[in-house]
């Protein structure tokens, strides 16, 4: 092969490579274009569930964990293909990142069911208010639940309230509030932080996002605040 074949095979190798890099392009583009349609078609109020029936079906969801009658429930191929352009989840979740307390499963769930959103210690900052407020008016969700767990390791580091390394602080700082509020409470004082913990941020919520609040008001919109029991897999209302 002489230098000039060599050069020419060259350059017609950069031409196909060109060509696919311009294909691969538009494809992106194309997806990213149907992906802001689907976008926009989900910015319609979409639920047709009342928020007292979001709440029944998320109980009855908990008690088929319990009683270990999970149905697995719209997790199946034909889920993932029915969710892949648009998401309607019935009920946002704010829960710990505690790993024993995934949503899906406790409330056996599927895939577009739940809007999750999971901080350790589970309490509201402006993020999380973000989240809540983008579920609520963008995707039109009836039900927010706040729920706190037994034996909460974010809590137990509030209450014995020694110096930690790095952002944890942070965690420790926000759930401080529910402990000095219950120092004086007979029983648990772990459990009785936890508890007080979700009350105080369902109460939070309302002054802290007008947004939520008129929702709330409009009837579009239910909150309550929860707390899931380790040993029995129990979700108990509380708030
Ligand atoms: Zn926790």
Redesign the pocket.
Known sequence: MTESERTGMISRRNLILRAGAGMLAASIASTLLQAKEAKAANLEPISQITPDDALKKLMDGNQRYIDQKRTFTDQSRSRIVEVAQAQHPFATILA?S?SRVAPEIIFDQGLGDLFDIRV??NFLDDGVLGNMEYAALELGVPLLVIMG?ER????KAALDGKAVPGHIGTLVAAIKPAVDATKNQLGDAWDNAVRANVKMNVNKLKSASPILAEAVKAGKLKVVGARYDLDSGKVEIIA
Do not use: L, N, Q
């Open positions: 710990c505690d350790a210690g767990h909460c390791g974010a809590v």
